[in-house]
């Protein structure tokens, strides 16, 4: 006779790990927005808002829908090397979608869009997660080159922020001069090195090398294409009107609109970053980052909060919306 226990013991585990999924990163944004709002009145808040432009605020959200249809264009560059050919229509419908499940939990959406598209077009799951890593690493890039421009274009103003912060100055400069970093940073490569030089046969490593080794030869397979072109005129055209997306809002506030083009960018960036934590569509970290940003540039502490509250609440909206549109569609396109 079968033990209930080995029924139910899976189950268990299962449901604590979806909540932990769930739950631990929506606790992490709702802490960091308590601290952040604790001492914020929101009447005050919403008497900023119902000043601001809504027309433009309306306008740049365009530009979040073009950023993701784009994306859809470049994901399909990166399938059809591989021998496949979707329907764009498919991949962008996924592509809106999906932003729309990272809200309920964070990082899913590119699996829900990768097991969309697996079984509206026929191609193996596999290679769709590996074209979706590769889409990943290419947005790190452009982030990166993005936050480097950005701190070029305004390296004389961090310097004289940082000459007037000296204990900020200095708490840098011991994380980099600190030995434990670089002995954790050796640490992690020789335990990699270790792991996966002598434990070769354990089923984890081999899965996890089965999966590297054939996203190496997709890679190859992609890097011979000849839309490399292309390609980088959609990368452009994706971080481009994500950031047009953004640096609109600017000017449906009067405390923002005088800014300028730098000040854009550093808060862009400092956005842009800040998705790389783990939330529900950036909950928290986002506007974290948006309120340092607008504070380097004296923007007076009620009216950047609100402004943080106020561009990722429409955001936030306008992309869930978009998500359930393609879901729909892609509702009706299979009957």
């Known amino acids: 006779m079968k033990d209930t226990n080995d029924v ?35 009447k005050d808040v919403w008497n900023i808002l119902k000043d601001a432009n809504w027309g433009i605020l309306a306008f740049s959200l365009l530009f979040g829908l073009l950023g993701n249809t784009i994306r859809g264009y470049r994901w399909e ?6 021998g496949y050919s979707p329907k764009v229509s498919t991949l962008n ?7 729309a499940v990272n809200f309920a939990l964070p990082r899913a959406g590119e699996l829900w869009k990768c097991g969309v598209a697996a079984k509206e ?30 701190f070029l274009f305004n390296m004389q103003f961090f310097i004289s922020q940082l000459e007037e912060r000296q204990e900020t100055w200095n708490a840098i400069l011991s994380i980099l001069q600190s030995p434990v970093l670089y002995a954790v940073i050796i640490a ?10 002598f434990f070769k046969e354990n089923f984890i490593v081999r899965k996890v090398t089965d999966f590297l080794k054939s996203m190496a030869d997709d890679m190859k397979t992609i890097w011979k294409m000849k839309t490399k072109f292309r390609l980088l005129l ?6 481009g009107s994500y950031f047009l997306y953004f640096y609109i809002t600017f000017f449906a506030f009067d405390f923002t609109k005088d800014l300028g083009f730098t000040a854009g960018l550093i808060a862009f960036s400092f956005s842009s970053v800040s998705m790389g934590v783990p939330s ?14 607008l504070i380097l540039y004296q923007v007076p502490v009620l ?16 992309v869930i919306l978009c998500g359930l549109f393609g879901m729909a569609m892609l509702a009706v396109k299979k009957k």
Do not use: H
């Not at 769930?22 to 952040?36: D, E, M, N, R, S």
């Not at 560059?77 to 591989?82: D, E, G, N, R, S």
């Open 8 to 42: 139910t013991q899976p189950k268990k585990s299962s449901l604590i790990n979806k909540l932990i999924k769930v739950i631990l990163p929506l606790a992490l944004g709702i802490l960091i927005l308590y601290f952040l709002f604790r001492d914020i009145d929101f």
């Open 77 to 82: 560059l990166f399938i059809k090397p591989l």
């Open 93 to 99: 419908y996924a592509t809106y979608g999906g932003y």
């Open 121 to 150: 077009e026929n191609v193996p799951f596999t290679k769709l997660f590996g074209t979706m890593i590769l889409d990943r690493i290419f947005d790190t890039i452009t982030v990166l080159c993005i936050t480097l421009i950005a």
């Open 188 to 197: 992690a490569i020789i335990t990699t090195y270790i792991v996966f030089k």
């Open 234 to 239: 959609y990368t452009v055209g994706i971080w």
């Open 280 to 293: 529900n569509g950036g909950l928290g970290p986002w506007q974290a980052a948006v309120l340092a940003a």
């Open 303 to 318: 009216e950047a909060k609100a402004f943080a509250v106020g561009v990722f609440g429409i955001q936030s909206l306008w």
